[in-house]
């Protein structure tokens, strides 16, 4: 009787506390129900607003698949044309050339229509003439295929060859780094698009996949950039020219030879004109003789009242 009595008791003390803890995890559940609806409706708010106002009514609205595409125009550009990645080897080839010849007005000529003839073009040049030597500079940019035919034209041309010199730069491992980057950009860029199509569900997700796409976008043409200025160098070879005539004219043009006479009158013309200066600066030095006579006037002084 003395147990059944004290589980009684105890059983009456506790149910309360444990109808009042029943109650508070109910009010709880309530609370959470209740801020759970309050914000799917404060979202669904803001993308009706965002669906009917005029600036992102492209953005987020009924039928997403046109309003993505819009949005999408000023992301992305038609990409260019990357091929599979070619085993062969990029070579920039730069040579140069310095050799005399006949005439270099014909030469000139000469090397630009086979520049022409070559599909290739001069990207700069220069003409001067020194001490009677004609010179001429030329940079000249030709198909690398066609580099050997543009070297016999030269060689042709040359009458006596200074020196030539070719440098090679291999470029195959930076060409293929940038193909399998740009690859794999594009790749990711497309995800983040199907992203904004399809699963892009609010205001912050739209957002953060333009902004992802927008830098891709901008790496992407980076990187495009570098490759075209690498498809231009491989493919078109450079080559410097510099060829000069030589001339018969041992001294420059125009030079007067003076006679003797003429020496001598300069000669005396000189002279003169040594002494007119030398008296001009004696004048000039008027303060130090003043002070050097007034010196050796002192000391004359004072070496006669010494030897008195």
């Given at each position: ?11 009456n ?7 009042a803890m ?61 091929n ?24 000139a ?16 040049s ?26 016999q ?37 497309a995800?983040?698009?199907n ?63 003076r ?46 009242r010494?030897?008195?």
């Amino acid at each position: 009787m003395g147990k059944e009595y004290r589980f009684l008791k105890r059983k009456n003390y506790l149910c309360p506390k444990i109808k009042a803890m029943q109650k508070q995890v109910i009010l709880l559940v309530l609370c959470w129900f209740v801020l759970a609806c309050s914000s799917r409706s404060s979202d669904s708010v803001v993308l009706e607003e965002m669906a009917t106002s005029p600036m992102n009514n492209t953005m987020v609205q009924e039928g997403g698949a046109a309003a993505v595409d819009a949005s999408m125009k000023e992301y992305t550009t038609t990409p260019t044309t990357i091929n599979e990645m070619n085993p062969g080897s990029q070579l920039i080839k730069n040579i140069k050339y310095y050799f005399q010849v006949e005439d270099v007005d014909k030469t000139a000529a000469a090397i630009q229509l086979a520049v022409t003839n070559n599909k290739g073009y001069i990207s700069g040049s220069n003409f001067s003439t020194e001490s009677g030597v004609k010179r001429y500079t030329m940079t000249v940019r030709v198909p690398s295929a066609a580099l050997p035919l543009l070297e016999q034209a030269i060689g042709d041309q040359t009458v006596y060859l200074n020196y030539r010199t070719a440098t090679t730069e291999d470029v195959t491992q930076e060409y293929i780094d940038i193909e399998t980057r740009l690859k794999t950009k594009k790749e990711v860029m497309a995800r983040y698009v199907n992203v904004l199509r399809n699963q892009a569900k609010n205001v912050k997700d739209v957002l953060e996949a333009e902004n992802q796409i927008r830098v891709l976008q901008e790496e992407i043409e980076v990187q495009e950039g570098r490759l075209r200025y690498l498809k231009n160098q491989v493919s078109y070879s450079t080559i410097q020219l510099e060829f000069y005539q030589e001339s018969t004219i041992k001294s420059d043009p125009n030079v007067i030879k003076r006679s003797f006479f003429s020496d001598i009158i300069d000669a005396f013309v000189n002279g003169w004109n040594g002494i007119l200066h030398l008296i001009v600066g004696l004048v000039a030095l008027w303060p130090l003789l003043i002070i050097f006579t007034v010196i050796v006037l002192l000391l004359r002084r004072f070496y006669k009242r010494w030897k008195k």
